[in-house]
Each structure stands twice: as C-alpha cells, then as structure tokens.
C-alpha cells in the first residue's frame, strides 16, 4: 500500500525592547557648547532575533507529520541534475514509505528503466534517529548489484537533516563515475539543505504503539494458536525486509524489520487442516501513530470500509490476481495502525487475530 505528505511550527519572535536612559539630576550645568550634547541618550532598540530551532508539538495521528524538504524529492534534485551526475537517463520513482513519514521524512529513487543505474535515498530529520557516523564511500557491489558494477553508500547530515541510502553505477571500470557521483550528490545535498527546509522530529501521538514494535516480544506474549484452530508448530519467527534498506530505515524498523510481525508453521498442512481454519503463516504490518495513513489506503481503487470488532475503523482493499484471491486490510486503533492480509472479504480468522494483537498493543 501507498502513502502522501505535510505540516510545520514555527517558533515566536523576541520582541525588541527600547531603553531611556534619564539624565542626573544635580548642580546646574554649565551651558552647553557646540561639542556637547544636551538632553537624554537614547539606546536604539535591537532587532528581533528569530529562533532557527523548529519547535516540535505531539502529533494526533490524523495528519501526516511534517516532512524534511516539505517531501518533496525534486526541492533536493531534479531527475536532470541526478542523470547530469550518474551519467544516464534517469526518472524519479517517488515512494510512500510510512515508516519515514511518521519520523518526519521520505524516500526517492532515480533510476534508469532497467534499474542498471540507481540512486536511492531517504531523507528525515536528524533527531529522528540517533545513529551519528557518517560514510561516503564506493566499492563493487554485491547481491542484487553484480559484482562488476560500483556501489556507493551515504550517511550524511546538513543543517538537521539526514540523507541516508547509496548509489549504483553499472561497469568494471565505474569507479571513477561512482566516487564522482558521490561526491556531487553530497555536494548538492549540502546545498539544498538549508535551516528552512528542516523540520523537529515528530512527537508520537498519545497512546501511540511503540515505533518499531518489538516483534520477538509481542511473538512470545501473543499466542495465535487457538484462532488458528491451533495449527501445529504454529508460532512466531524473524521476518525478512527490504532488499536495499538505507541504515536509517533499519534504525527505524529496528534490527529484524520489526514492522512486519510473522507467525507461521514450517509443517505441511493438508487442504483438510486449511478448510478448519488452520493456516501456514499470518503476518501483519505494525504502524505506531500512523493512523493518518488510512486516508491513502481509502483513495486506493476498490477501497471499501468494514466493520471488524475491537478497531474504530477498517479499509479492505483488494489485492493479488489472477486465480489467487487476497484482501489487504488497514485497522485504525486509536491514532494506530495494523494492516494485514485474507483470503476471504470478511477477514475471519486473520481478523480475530489483528484484534488480538492489536488489543496486546494497546496496554503494553
């Protein structure tokens, strides 16, 4: 599912205070001479000294915090200056990451169609994480790059702003273009980011889950075995995440991906076992102070609300294709919210379960 962006506080100004010196009183002066200067002195008042310091105030959860560069990818580099810097042709793919826009930032990506050339960034505050190194450096990648491309990674911060994410140059003899590369963007980046276009790090909402959950605690408390007609082996395990998280996003999701929660069950199961109710995974995405989110999931084509027991709200929207039947559903709790996925409209078993989970946050 997708997401959006917006809001700001500004602090207030010192006001200017004009201060009258009066003369002494005493003996009769003497008359003044052209030299001298009779009467009061008076101080010129200061000027007002604005605040740099964006003061930050708790969120409610029904609006979108604001974001470093009001969220917007272009106000940091235009698809024609990433592409003058890589050396390619490239288009930006904005994405909605809500993880980032509950701390007060965004995601962008600018790359060439077969992704052979790739810039990808996360921008928030900097006192929405507390990791403080900073790196910029290049080396040929791994993984999902081929090991004869060049890859570059970048942690650094302007003006209360963190830029944290890499770039990737295809080629053997790259190195030369990546470290150029990098060192452009950062250049750039500096430029860009300016005391105006900081923002404080959001102050969560009242009643607010913890953000990241702690998906190996809410695994061990949580027991979903009897909604699940007490499937065999049924239990919690470490999840996976994205393939290219920046290091600020898995200081934010926490060390395991901690916003996707999972349960499941390594033992075949029998279409018998699945028609009563047993089931090999169930997971659910855990927004803390995100609530706000819902109103992006409602514009989604198909987007219908619900009714479910022990949420305020709920979005169904439907996902998956072909053959294969899914719902994908977001549950307001509060200024909360958890979103899962069924193969039936109504949820069921899978509903009672985000209810339970969502019932364990909610008093711990």
């Not at 900073?134 to 790059?145: M, Q």
């Not at 990674?153 to 770039?167: A, N, T, Y």
């Not at 919690?236 to 901690?258: H, I, K, N, Q, T």
């Amino acid at each position: 599912m997708t997401s959006a962006v917006r809001r700001c506080v500004l602090t207030s100004l010192a006001l200017a205070v004009t201060v009258v010196l009066a003369g002494c009183a005493g003996v009769p002066a003497p008359a003044a001479t052209s030299a001298q200067t009779a009467g009061p002195v008076t101080q010129e008042p200061s000027a007002p000294t604005p605040d740099p310091t964006p003061v930050p105030v708790a969120e409610t959860g029904e609006t979108i915090p604001a974001q470093v560069f009001g969220g917007d990818c272009a106000a940091v580099f235009s698809e024609d200056e990433v592409g003058d810097i890589v050396g390619a042709d490239v288009a930006l793919y904005s994405e909605s990451v809500w993880e980032l826009s509950q701390a007060g930032g965004f995601s962008c990506i600018w790359r060439t169609e077969d992704y052979s050339t790739l810039v990808n960034l996360d921008f928030l505050p900097r006192a929405s994480i507390t990791a403080t190194s900073e790196t910029a450096s290049c080396e040929t990648g791994d993984g999902e790059v081929e090991s004869s491309d060049w890859r570059c990674e970048l942690e650094h911060e302007q003006s209360g702003i963190r830029v944290s994410g890499f770039l990737a140059i295809p080629g053997s003899e790259a190195e030369f273009t990546a470290t150029a590369a990098l060192a452009a963007l950062s250049d750039q980046f500096d430029r860009r980011a300016a005391p105006d276009q900081a923002v404080p790090a959001p102050i969560p909402a009242a009643d607010s889950w913890s953000n990241p959950v702690d998906c190996e605690a809410l695994g061990a408390a949580v027991d979903l075995r009897p909604v699940f007609n007490n499937t065999p082996g049924f239990g919690w395990y470490a999840g996976g995440g994205d393939v290219f998280p920046s290091p600020a996003r898995m200081e934010l999701w926490g060390d395991s991906y901690a916003l996707t929660c999972t349960w499941g069950t390594a033992k075949e199961l029998s279409d018998k076992q699945l028609a009563s109710g047993m089931r090999t995974g169930f997971s659910v995405q855990v927004y803390g102070g995100s609530a706000w989110a819902q109103q992006e999931v409602e514009n989604e084509t198909g987007a219908t609300e619900v009714t479910m027991d022990g949420f305020d709200r709920v979005i169904r929207v439907k996902s998956g294709s072909g053959d294969t039947s899914r719902y994908g559903f977001a549950a307001v709790d509060g200024p909360n919210l958890l979103v899962f996925s069924s193969t039936t409209k109504k949820a069921g078993r899978e509903g009672d379960a985000a209810a339970l989970i969502a019932g364990y946050l909610d008093t711990h």
